[in-house]
């Protein structure tokens, strides 16, 4: 029938096609969620019932939420002939930021290095050639290792205590193959709370996205909360909701930006609450409290928080560019003098009657509007050199080309996107952009930066301004103690701080197969005291018992007693590192279970006649577990029809496929790696166990994750446990398969394993210190990844040659 119904930011329209008749709204009840699946806000759906009175609208609401989201270019669409370049093993490395292995000049825009503390290697290039997957017991390792490189001490740091349990200075050490006794720790259980809540009526919509955020959460324990005077009393839960059963769920990231928020910049507070739930667990943590006010962002929809110790806000943000702005920014007004301060916001006035405009599709400025509205609203946001960036709440920046042509679509301010603001002695305002060249309105629409000289065409009047707040009502400084989280940023950005514009330098490091008193005394002693990030762990749950260090990709229960140490000493360790300013790294299995010993195969009356590092049971495709709760048959892993005890497929060496092309398609996700037994994670059982244990993590302090083997699982149902936490940082393990868009959006970063190739290439196999320059200037490792997605290990344990002693953790 030619009916057009289509959301899109800020506004809404409804056209009858055949009759010319349209109806259009424009108003913040329209701020749909930007680059996420979401509903059609209640505002849309009036004028599409108004655009029924004009002769009806035939689009379902289907085709409307089609609408809000084409062209996003998200999916699996880019699984082509890529082939894992090394096979997916375990291996992974840690970050630091390019400043550590590149110069300022470097193109890296996010990515990050690792400095790895385990074993370093030669390099070689047979990937995977060194394992045996034999289909019951793997003789070199079956997984995901986390991966190794020289550590501190090899490159040439100080590193001379070495009678912690570490083989040497250079090497990062091995755990002690000596049986650790002790408890493992309890479940966590966070007392009920009572919470003070202070709530923000707004326009915006209540709706919640599709594909991001979990059923509403079930009122098991809920208490009435103590409104603050003057707002509205609401009832909560304190409990956790079971996990979502379907769909997927969108991360909420440490974004490391100043705090508080500002309005004004397309971002409003919808809530606060303050209470004793968002202060510090049992375990001294502030990580439950996170968790707390996350669960309150998703019962208010909102898309991001701001967390104090006591204090929890929940805000939504019209777009990424609007959140990265309302971070603490220096800020403009209007005219040259004033007391007054905050963020401006106002429409351009032309010579010709019109208004700078923003067409989408791609985003340009135009100078062609009749009148006022979200298309021509932009914020003025002051940089730290006295120029100006112009923020489009629903597309980005403006940013001038040398041509003089005009976008709105840049993510964050950088040179073209800055711009003198002048202010002429008739009152009007003139932008001069970068490149020395003023914005000039076009008689035919059109606007350009192309103007050498001031004319009437680039004068423009600053029309529907906003009234600043008074600097009174804004600290002076941000909020050292608060902490930013949301969906609209990324892990480990490159920048942050005031505004989003402060240079961030992330640098974590890997020690692998290190015991926990060594971890912790490293945190202490060099790692706190030298800014490291954060430090990686070998696994850290129980597991099969042997010396090699693929056994602890080997899980058989989910308690914390393994061979590098008790839950007790693991949990002193992570509160140590956190003290020191180091966050902790955990490799995160949720893939698989053991392979059985032998006796499983002729022990037809003893189900779980094997033994694990700390003495729980389990048999073929069964755990007796530590917990209680982590017990599991085979019905919980993935099964061929009839047959509990067959694996539904298999993948490994050499192929690593399973009937498809790609492995990026999930078609291995039912398949046992290595033999390996899957677990079924669409049973809604095996989610919960999961979730405990991940919980359970996160309330001792655990801030970061490697997940392993992260090809094989399905990203959907690892998103619906994993994202119920906020983050500092997610890796996946990847092998050079190019990205599907889908797992960095809702897992976390790609392990870019093609840079350390080229490191070790040039300086361990050619061994040629010429080739140091060459190495400084990479800028990039595996095709597709962007490096604002990546963490770049500088080796991995991987990399050794055949010479190495396949089972032995160590650099030689």
């Not at 119904?5 to 109806?23: H, I, K, V």
């Not at 084409?70 to 490395?93: R, V």
């Not at 510090?280 to 104090?308: I, M, P, S, Y």
């Amino acid at each position: 029938s030619g009916t057009r119904c289509a959301c899109r930011p800020g506004f809404c329209l409804a056209r009858r096609g055949g009759s010319g008749r349209e109806a259009t709204m424009g108003m913040p009840s329209f701020a749909g969620s930007i680059g996420r699946r979401s509903a059609p806000p209640v505002g849309c759906l009036l004028a599409l019932l108004l655009a029924l009175t004009l002769q009806g609208c035939d689009a379902t609401q289907e085709q409307l939420e089609g609408e809000a989201v084409s062209g996003q270019g998200h999916g699996d669409m880019h699984q082509d002939i890529f082939q894992p370049s090394a096979g997916p093993n375990g291996s992974s490395s840690t970050t630091g930021s390019p400043g550590g292995i590149v110069d300022s000049s470097d193109n890296i825009t996010g990515g990050t290095s690792s400095i790895d503390g385990g074993d370093d290697s030669d390099a070689s290039s047979h990937g995977h050639g060194d394992m045996h997957h034999d289909i019951f017991q793997p003789s070199a390792g079956p997984d995901g290792n986390s991966s190794t490189t020289a550590s501190a001490g090899s490159i040439g740091f100080d590193s001379s205590d070495n009678s912690t349990g570490r083989n040497s200075s250079i090497d990062g050490g091995n755990d002690s193959d000596t049986d650790s006794s002790g408890s493992d720790a309890s479940p966590t259980t966070v007392p009920t709370t009572t919470t003070t809540a202070t709530t923000t009526t707004i326009a915006m919509p209540t709706t919640t996205a599709t594909d991001a955020v979990e059923p509403t959460v079930i009122p098991t324990s809920a208490t009435t909360t103590t409104a603050m005077p003057g707002t509205t009393s609401t009832t909560m839960t304190t409990t956790d909701s079971p996990v979502a059963s379907s769909g997927k769920v969108l991360p909420v990231r440490n974004c490391y930006l100043a705090a508080p928020l500002q309005t004004g910049t397309g971002c409003e507070k919808l809530a606060e609450f303050a209470g004793a739930e968002f202060g510090l667990n049992e375990f001294g943590q502030e990580t439950t409290g996170k968790r707390k006010c996350l669960e309150r962002l998703r019962t208010v929809a909102g898309d991001t928080f701001v967390f104090e110790l006591g204090r929890c806000e929940v805000w939504r943000c019209l777009a990424r560019p609007s959140l990265r702005a309302s971070a603490f920014p220096i800020l403009v007004t209007s005219r040259p003098a004033t007391s007054m301060s905050g963020p401006l916001s106002a429409s351009f006035f032309c010579h010709h009657g019109k208004y700078l405009n923003v067409h989408s599709g791609p985003a340009m400025l135009y100078a062609d509007a009749a009148s006022e509205g979200p298309e021509t609203e932009f914020h003025i946001i002051r940089n730290a050199d006295g120029s100006v960036a112009l923020l489009h709440a629903g597309s980005g920046y403006l940013s001038a080309n040398p041509d003089g042509t005009l976008f709105v679509d840049k993510a964050a301010a950088s040179t073209w996107e800055s711009f003198a603001l002048e202010h002429n002695v008739d009152g009007t305002v003139s932008l001069k952009s970068f490149h020395g060249l003023y914005v000039s309105a076009q008689l035919d629409g059109r606007a350009l930066a192309n103007a050498g000289e001031k004319g009437d065409w680039e004068r423009f009047r600053l029309a529907n301004e906003t009234s600043p707040a008074a600097p009174s009502e804004e600290p002076a400084e941000p909020n050292p103690k608060a902490s930013v989280h949301s969906e609209l940023c990324e892990y480990q950005e490159a920048t942050g701080g005031r505004g989003a514009e402060e240079l961030r330098a992330p640098v974590f490091v890997k020690l692998w197969e290190w015991n926990y008193v060594d971890v912790a005394k490293e945190c202490r002693e060099y790692l706190g005291p030298n800014g490291f990030d954060a430090v990686q762990l070998s696994p850290i749950v129980e597991h099969k018992r042997g010396s090699q260090w693929w056994t602890k990709y080997q899980p058989i229960s989910f308690g914390l007693n393994t061979r590098s140490g008790t839950a007790q000493d693991f949990q002193e360790m992570v509160a140590e590192c956190r003290a020191a300013g180091v966050e902790v790294m955990v490799d995160l299995i949720l893939n698989h279970m053991a392979i059985a010993c032998d006796e499983a195969h002729h022990s037809p009356h003893d189900p779980a006649p094997c033994v694990g590092w700390n003495g729980s049971t389990y048999g073929h495709r069964r755990m007796s577990g530590a917990r209680g709760w982590d017990e599991a048959g085979p019905e919980y892993f993935n099964h061929q029809p009839g047959h509990l005890q067959w694996g539904l497929c298999g993948v490994g060496a050499p192929s690593y496929l399973c009937g498809s092309l790609v492995t990026t398609d999930c078609s291995c996700c039912k398949c046992d790696l290595y033999g390996l037994p899957d677990w079924n994670t669409e049973l809604q059982e095996v989610l919960e166990i999961h979730f405990r244990h991940v919980r359970e993590l996160h309330d001792m302090g655990v801030t970061m994750l490697r997940i392993d083997a992260a090809l094989y699982e399905d990203v959907g149902q690892v998103s619906r446990v994993l994202n119920r936490f906020p983050w500092d940082y997610v890796e996946m393990e990847w092998w050079g398969e190019y990205p599907t868009g889908l797992h960095d959006k809702y897992i976390g970063n790609y392990r870019d394993v093609a840079m350390s190739w080229k490191f070790a290439n040039a300086l361990a196999t050619e061994k040629d210190l010429s080739k140091l320059p060459e190495v400084l200037g990479f800028a990039s490792g595996t095709f597709g990844v962007s490096n604002d997605k990546a963490i770049y290990p500088i080796t991995i344990h991987d990399k050794r040659t055949d010479n190495a002693v396949q089972e032995v953790a160590t650099y030689k």
